[in-house]
């Protein structure tokens, strides 16, 4: 089980030194962590807030793992190696957009409604 925590905490260094997409959502995840406690006025809410972000950094430690091990193939173009990096980077992006949504629904329903009465 150390050993564990030992390799993750390798990949949780390698991501932030090599990977500027890392840096940028985690330090974003990190702001959004104490407005989704304000925004959300239930733990239901708060969760649904929290859970898409931290979803964000799970999907983009595993696309920068994807295109490591793309990149350590080779260097030379093949179909297959765009279509993997293509794939991992279009799981972040739904992850992007759920963070999106939730946060945009949630919103709404706080101050939205509000605007309209």
């Given at each position: 089980m150390l050993f564990a925590f030992y390799y993750s905490f390798k990949g949780f260094r390698a991501a932030w030194q090599y990977e500027a997409a890392?840096?940028?959502?985690?330090?974003?995840?990190?702001?959004?962590?104490?407005?989704?406690?304000?925004l959300g006025e239930t733990a239901?809410?708060?969760?649904?807030?929290?859970?898409?972000?931290?979803?964000?950094?799970?999907?983009?430690?595993?696309?920068?793992a994807i295109e490591a091990v793309v990149d350590r193939i080779g260097v030379e173009k093949h179909e297959l190696s765009g279509q993997a990096k293509d794939m991992g980077s279009?799981?972040?992006?739904?992850?992007?957009?759920?963070?999106?949504?939730?946060?945009?629904?949630?919103?709404?329903?706080?101050?939205?409604?509000?605007?309209?009465?």
């Open positions: 890392f840096r940028q959502e985690l330090t974003a995840m990190l702001a959004m962590l104490p407005l989704a406690f304000w239901e809410q708060q969760i649904l807030l929290i859970a898409p972000c931290i979803l964000v950094v799970i999907v983009e430690l595993i696309n920068s279009a799981a972040v992006l739904c992850s992007l957009l759920l963070v999106m949504i939730s946060w945009g629904m949630i919103g709404w329903q706080r101050f939205g409604m509000a605007l309209t009465s």
